[in-house]
């Protein structure tokens, strides 16, 4: 039995989340795939991701895993990373591209940075590239032991637009306030990567791995 199924589909930094996952997995099996029946059989699921939305969903699609990650978000303990949080929602603007409609909402694009000032007199910089602080918008058990406005580290172009406010599990400002984390029943899902984030991005980790929704 698998502990914990990351999974594979070509798209996301594999190597950093497996490893960071295993430093806080106590013994759990860890296994990266992209076995349908791995992930079917696995206690709970996690969904990285980065590079281009049509990219990562064409490719979804061609490995075959399409359905075993929709079963998975519906069922077991589900984790969605970077664009493995965008994929969840219905709609991309980049590529103009259906993504998974697991959860209500769009994927939209930062307005351009000419647009978002900073006191400086210059502008904020799109990618949002580096550490920034994520403000919990409510309890959840993924966010023991994390300070509301920890810092994470974030590289993305597009974020989440929930069609429904109470799927907004934290926020973060950058040029707008915008949702940096859902969730809803089984799904726990973040635009920043925990991986990359030092001490809260392993306590969100294994905060996950205790997690029994």
Known sequence: MTD??????????????????EH????????????????AEATRVVFPGQGAMPDCMRELEARGVREAVIAAARTKPFLGICIGQQMLFEHSEEGDVPGLSILPGEVVR?????SMPTPDGGHLKVPHMGWNQVYQTRAHP?????????????????????????LCAAETEYGLRFTSAVARDNIFAVQFHPEKSAAAGLQLLANFLRWAP
């Open 142 to 166: 993924l966010w023991n032991a994390i300070a509301d406005g920890e810092r994470f580290y974030f590289v993305h172009s597009y974020h989440v637009a929930p069609a429904e406010p109470d």
């Open 4 to 21: 914990v199924a990351i999974i594979d589909y070509g798209m996301g930094n594999l190597r950093s989340v497996s490893k960071a996952i």
């Open 110 to 114: 930062f307005p351009p940075a000419e």
């Open 24 to 39: 806080v997995a106590e013994g759990r099996r860890v296994v990266v795939t992209s076995d349908p029946a791995v992930v």
